[in-house]
C-alpha cells in the first residue's frame, strides 16, 4: 500500500499540503484515532464521534459539501443519498462486505467505493471456528449454568454436545474466508466439502483437502454447515425452509457472512421444532433486531456480528479505509476500489437527480 498515511516525506501528501482547498470528509462512526489521523493529514474531518449512526437525513446533511466519506457497515449509501450529494467523489466502507453501497448506481454517478478485502480473513475464520465449536458443544448453555451456581459437581450424562473431529463439515462458498475455515477444518480430521457457483482449481482443492458437491449433497451430508457466500439477490435466503430440511436433525448451521443469507424465521422453526441441532450466528437478517422467538431458544449461540471484532485486524480495517480514501482523494488509485470502471469515466460526476 502506498505511503500516503505513514510517510511524512511522500511527494502527494506534501503536494496535497500546499493546496489552498483540501478535500473534506465525513467519517460517519467511530473509528481508531490513528486512521482519523491519517485522513486528517490531507482532508479537513468531519467524525461523527457518538458511535450510533447517522439516521439517513443526518448522513445527508453531513455530506454536503464533503468529496469523501468513511462508512461503516450501518450506513446506507443508495442512489437516492449519491444523488443529494453530489460533491462525493469516493465512499470508502470499513468493511469487506458492502451490500450497503449501491455499487451500480455510484458507477453510474462516477463515485469510487472501496471495500477493505483480506484484513479480516483470518479473524473471521476464527470467530467462524468458535461458532462451531460453541454451538456443538453448548459452550454458552454451560457457561450460564455454571455461573447460575445450580451446578453441583461433574456428572458423566450432563450437557453432552457433539463431536466436531472426524465429522463432515460443508463449505457454502469458497472464497477468501471459505477457504480459511477449510484450513482449520483439517486440523480436526474432517472431511470437507463446499458448493459455490464455480469450482475451484484442483490445486486449490488438494490443498486444502476439500470436494466439490452441489448444494442440495453438502445440506443432506454435512454435520456442519458453514455459510460465506456474500449478500446478493441470488444469495438472500440462500437457507430457508426447504434447504433447513435437507440437514440432518443432528447438524448444525453456522452464519459469519450475512444476515439475509438465512431466512430467520424459517430457522427459528427448525429449531424450535428440532428438524436442526442448533446454529451459530454472528449476523441477523435485520440487524440489529433478531427474528421473533430467536433469543428464547437455547441451542443458537448469538454473536453480535463481531466477526472481524480483533484489536489487529479492526486497526487495519479501519486503516485500510483511511488510505482508500486519502488515494482516491489525492489523485491516485485507491487500493481497493470496487468499480474501476469509474476511472475509465472521462467527464466529471454528473451532479444532478437522475
Ligand atoms: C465485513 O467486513 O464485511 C464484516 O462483516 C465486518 O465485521
Redesign the pocket.
Known amino acids: 500500500m502506498s505511503g500516503s498515511c505513514r510517510s511524512r516525506a511522500d511527494p502527494a501528501a506534501c503536494k496535497q499540503r500546499s493546496r489552498p482547498l483540501r478535500p473534506k470528509v465525513l467519517i460517519t462512526r467511530k473509528i481508531f484515532e490513528e486512521s482519523i489521523a491519517c485522513v486528517a493529514r490531507h482532508c479537513d474531518v468531519d467524525t461523527n464521534q457518538r458511535d450510533v449512526p447517522l439516521t439517513p437525513h443526518q448522513l445527508i446533511r453531513r455530506l454536503q459539501g464533503k468529496q469523501g466519506a468513511i462508512t461503516l ?1 450501518t450506513d446506507t449509501i443508495s442512489d437516492a443519498v449519491l444523488a443529494r450529494c453530489p460533491d462525493l467523489k469516493i465512499v470508502s466502507n470499513v ?3 458492502f451490500n450497503n453501497l449501491d455499487v451500480k448506481a455510484a458507477t453510474e454517478r462516477g463515485v469510487m467505493m472501496t471495500n ?1 478485502p483480506g484484513v ?1 480473513d483470518d479473524t ?1 475464520a476464527d470467530l467462524t471456528w468458535c461458532l462451531i465449536l460453541a454451538t456443538s458443544r453448548g459452550l454458552i448453555d454451560a457457561d450460564r449454568y455454571f455461573r447460575s451456581g445450580k451446578w453441583k459437581g461433574w456428572g458423566l450424562m450432563q450437557f453432552l454436545g457433539r463431536d466436531i473431529h472426524h465429522k463432515t463439515l460443508g463449505i457454502c462458498g469458497l472464497g477468501r474466508i471459505g477457504r480459511r475455515v477449510a484450513k482449520r477444518a483439517k486440523g480436526f480430521d474432517m472431511r470437507i466439502l463446499y458448493t459455490d457457483r464455480t469450482r475451484a482449481a484442483e490445486d486449490v482443492e488438494r490443498d486444502l483437502g476439500v470436494a466439490f458437491v452441489d448444494k442440495r449433497t453438502l445440506l443432506k451430508e454435512s454435520d456442519v454447515v458453514t455459510l460465506h457466500v456474500p449478500l446478493s439477490p441470488e444469495t438472500t435466503h440462500y437457507i430457508s425452509t426447504a434447504e433447513l430440511k435437507l440437514m440432518k436433525p443432528t447438524a448444525v448451521l453456522v452464519n459469519s457472512s450475512r444476515g439475509p443469507v438465512v431466512d430467520e424465521e424459517a430457522l427459528v422453526r427448525a429449531l424450535g421444532e428440532g428438524w436442526i441441532a442448533g446454529a451459530g450466528l454472528d ?1 441477523y437478517e435485520r440487524e440489529p433486531r433478531p427474528a421473533p422467538g430467536l433469543t428464547r431458544l437455547k441451542n443458537v449461540v448469538l454473536a453480535p ?1 463481531i ?3 480483533s484489536m489487529e485486524t479492526r486497526l487495519k ?1 479501519s486503516n485500510m479505509a483511511a488510505e482508500n480514501c486519502v488515494a482516491g482523494l489525492t489523485g491516485r488509485r485507491p487500493p481497493n476500489l470496487i468499480n474501476p470502471q469509474v476511472l475509465m469515466r472521462q467527464h466529471p460526476r454528473p451532479t444532478g437527480a437522475r
Open positions: 457497515l468493511a469487506v462486505g477493505t479480516l473471521t449476523v456480528h466477526g472481524s471484532a480495517m
